[in-house]
């Protein structure tokens, strides 16, 4: 530990020395982690809105399940009390003949008229069922076991629209990320095997000198950490300006997608990018050090 402090001068002159002899190329390669972790940031503000957004959505999946019309209203309560007990089944609510009459208005808008033409409220009482929309078929089979059940509608292709576009955003989220750090990786170990290339006089008289691998190795370290780093608090920055404009827009205009709190959104943003840049940087460099045995 104390050779590691003694050294840690030489090895941040050493990595300023690396990133100065290949100027050019290493711009490029900085401003080229600073739009693959900026998609990435994107993808993760994306991901913790969609996030929000589905887990609305699955709030408000649900089923209706109607019963037998001569059960009375104390075995009415207690069927929707006991639906609402069964895995998967978020809550349970009776709804009446008169409000189901009121939905139906609200629905046909203007051409509620035509409900006057009939005599008596055609619609019957059922219980509304809000669900989780990845345990629809197994809700409904249990639910249809029920003896007081004479009938489910299921929405069955709303709630699979449902389950698909949360499965949808876990696929897509998760092979962004993963293209995001193996392209990054190949980036800075291309970058850090360069920069061993055309140190490799140097390492070669250091080895000479019996100069251990760690040793030679750490300034390349430093150097693909500090371009990471570096990177990843460009692209927090511009993420950060961006996400308050963002807000800015989408606040008021668009009210019926549930943005997160701005400053947690920011937080977390933050902090992703920044883990992942030390982690990315890190491996990178290791991936890149395996030339260092052939120079």
């Known amino acids: 530990m104390k050779n590691f402090i003694a050294n840690l001068g030489y ?16 711009i490029f390669t900085f401003l080229g982690t600073v739009l693959i972790l900026l998609m990435l940031a994107s993808v993760v503000t994306g991901w913790n809105i969609a996030s929000r957004l589905v887990k609305m959505l699955e709030q408000e999946a649900e089923i209706s399940v ?4 001569e059960m009375d209203e104390k075995k009415i309560l207690d069927l929707t009390e006991n639906l609402g007990k069964l895995d998967g089944v978020w809550n349970t ?4 003949e008169s409000e189901a009459y009121r939905r139906m208005e609200e629905i046909l808008g203007n051409d509620a008229g035509i ?40 929405n069955r292709s709303v709630l699979e629209s449902i389950n698909d576009i949360i499965m949808g955003i876990k696929t897509i ?20 095997r360069q920069g061993i290339f055309n140190n490799r006089d140097q390492i070669k008289t250091l080895r000479l000198l019996g100069a251990s691998r760690t040793f030679i190795g750490f300034p390349f370290i430093c150097v693909g ?5 570096a990177a990843g608090l460009l692209a927090s920055l511009i993420m950060v300006l961006l996400i308050h404009k963002g807000y800015q827009i989408m606040g008021g ?3 019926f997608i549930p943005l997160p709190p701005m400053t947690d959104l920011l937080l977390g943003v ?26």
């Open 93 to 96: 609510r009776l709804v009446d």
């Open 270 to 295: 933050t902090l992703v990018i920044m883990g992942v840049s030390i982690i990315l940087g890190m491996a990178g460099s290791l991936f890149g050090l395996s030339s260092i045995k052939e120079h």
């Open 173 to 192: 989220g998760t092979l962004v990320i993963f293209a995001v750090g193996i392209t990054t990786i190949i980036i800075i170990s291309h970058m850090i």
């Open 11 to 26: 090895f941040l002159k050493e990595a300023r020395r690396i990133i100065f002899s290949n100027m050019l190329s290493n």
């Open 66 to 69: 109607f019963f037998h019309e």
């Open 115 to 154: 409900l006057e033409l009939f005599e008596e409220n055609p619609f019957k009482a059922y219980i509304e069922i809000r669900i989780d929309p990845g345990q629809l078929d197994t809700i409904v089979e249990t639910v249809q076991g029920f003896k007081e059940i004479d009938f489910v509608r299921d």
């Open 225 to 229: 950490l500090l371009i990471t780093v």
């Open 253 to 255: 205009s668009i009210p």
